[in-house]
Nanobody, 128 residues
Framework: QLQLAESGGGLVQPGGSLRLSCKGS????????IGWFRQAPGKEREGVSC????????NYADAVKDRFTISRDATKNTVYLQIDSLEPEDTAIYYC?????????????????????WGRGTQVTVSS
C-alpha cells in the first residue's frame, strides 16, 4: 500500500522552529517530486514548497521563501520541511504530496490536482 506519513508538527511559540518529515512507505519517493501544502482553518489549501525527484530543483511560495527549507534524504525515503521564524499565520495542517507529473518544481508546483498521493497531515500551531 502506497502511503505518505507526515510528522513533526506541534505547538511552538512565535519565532520558533520545526522540522516536518514526510516518509514514504510501500514505494520509493525517488521518482516523485514532493510538495508541501498547508491549510489553515477557513482557508483553501495552498502549496508552500516543492522539491524535484532529483533534489536539484526546489520552489517556494513567496510568503515562506525566506523561512522554509525543503530537502530530501533518499536513504530514509523521507522529505523534510524546515520551518524557521514561525509566525502565527503559519498555523495550519501541513500535508505532503507526491507527483510524477511535476518536473523540476516549476510554477505549477502549487496545483494540488497534479499530485497523486497525499498524506493525512500534521498540525502546526504557532501561539504564545
Amino acid at each position: 500500500q502506497l502511503q505518505l506519513a507526515e510528522s513533526g508538527g506541534g505547538l511552538v511559540q512565535p519565532g520558533g522552529s520545526l522540522r516536518l518529515s514526510c516518509k514514504g512507505s510501500g514505494f520509493t519517493l525517488d521518482y516523485y517530486s514532493i510538495g508541501w501544502f498547508r491549510q489553515a482553518p477557513g482557508k483553501e489549501r495552498e502549496g508552500v514548497s516543492c522539491i524535484s525527484s532529483s533534489g536539484m530543483s526546489t520552489n517556494y511560495a513567496d510568503a515562506v521563501k525566506d523561512r522554509f527549507t525543503i530537502s530530501r534524504d533518499a536513504t530514509k525515503n523521507t522529505v523534510y520541511l524546515q520551518i524557521d521564524s514561525l509566525e502565527p499565520e503559519d498555523t495550519a495542517i501541513y500535508y505532503c504530496a507526491a507527483s510524477v507529473r511535476i518536473l523540476g518544481c516549476a510554477e505549477r508546483f502549487n496545483v494540488a490536482l497534479l499530485y497523486d498521493y497525499w498524506g493525512r497531515g500534521t498540525q502546526v500551531t504557532v501561539s504564545s
